[in-house]
């Protein structure tokens, strides 16, 4: 059964590290500018995502959804409030500890593949660990590589790959690492449906196979459906909750109600 579009509930106060949630933000601003010419990207979002759970974020081009991922994956400052990552409160943390965080607990999966060109697929998937100083799990590398169809293009640099086996290449640059949080800003949006269907597929087997915990934004209602939840921006405020695997015409119905102004 669907669940109805929900107001998110508020949750005041200062949260406490919680080890049921991979990451959570409490009063969450983002403001570019300043003075007139400001813009309030994000206005007040609390949000909590368990772990072991694929979330989608969507709204209105505009709305918030993608500096709201930027922020709590340590990619942007807020303005104001608190992100709290892996139970890390991100606040305290300076640049280059920032840094360490993201390496060592947030996979990112960007719409434009971010490959370095002159490095091979195997090379592109182990760079971060090594940058980070870690060492890779073998096992997982090949569980993860033999998952997504690689196998017989780690050799291969980008250029010599299809946007959909790049596309799996940043999957699995993101997976290797085993992050606490794997965030994905638009991951189908540059590739054709079937390509599009075996990226998602392989994010939801992360969920349900391995643990992982997904953060996907998305424009794409069938994108969405993928996903456990589904939660709904716009005007920079969290405004409402689809669970439960929504179908897209549900997702696309509460995307056109909140065009309208009329979300409930």
């Known amino acids: ?23 959570s933000a409490r009063g969450l601003r983002r403001t570019y500018g300043a003075g007139d010419a400001a813009v309030v990207a994000l ?3 609390d949000v909590d995502v368990p772990r072991g759970t694929f979330t989608a974020v969507m709204g209105p081009s505009g709305s918030g959804k993608s500096t709201l991922v930027h922020c709590l994956a340590a990619l942007d400052r807020p303005s104001a409030g608190e992100v709290v990552l892996d139970g890390v409160d991100l606040s305290g943390l300076d640049d280059e500890r920032l840094s360490r965080l993201r390496g060592a607990r947030v996979g990112f999966v960007f719409q434009g593949f971010n490959l370095v060109p002159v490095l091979t697929a195997a090379e592109n998937i182990r760079l971060p660990l090594r940058l980070a100083g870690g060492t890779v799990d073998a096992g997982w590398y090949r569980t993860v590589t033999e998952r997504l169809g690689l196998t ?4 291969h640099r980008p250029h010599e790959l299809s946007g959909g086996q790049q596309q799996r290449v940043a999957v699995a640059r993101a997976l290797v690492s085993r992050p606490a949080v794997l965030f994905a800003d638009e991951p189908t949006g540059n590739l054709d449906t079937t390509t599009g269907h075996e990226v998602l597929d392989v994010l939801r087997a992360a969920v ?6 997904v953060v996907m934004v998305t424009h794409d209602p069938v994108a969405a459906s993928w996903a456990d939840r589904v939660l709904l921006m716009a005007d920079g405020r969290l405004v409402g909750r ?5 179908e897209p015409a ?5 995307l056109a109600r909140l065009s309208r102004g009329s979300a409930a």
């Open 152 to 155: 017989d293009r780690l050799g």
């Open 1 to 23: 059964m669907q669940t109805p579009t929900l107001p998110v509930p508020s949750a005041a106060g200062r949260a406490a590290p919680d080890a049921a949630l991979a990451v």
């Open 208 to 213: 349900r196979e391995h643990g992982q915990t």
């Open 250 to 254: 549900v997702v696309l119905d509460a």
């Open 242 to 246: 689809l669970d439960g695997h929504p």
């Open 43 to 45: 206005d007040g979002v």
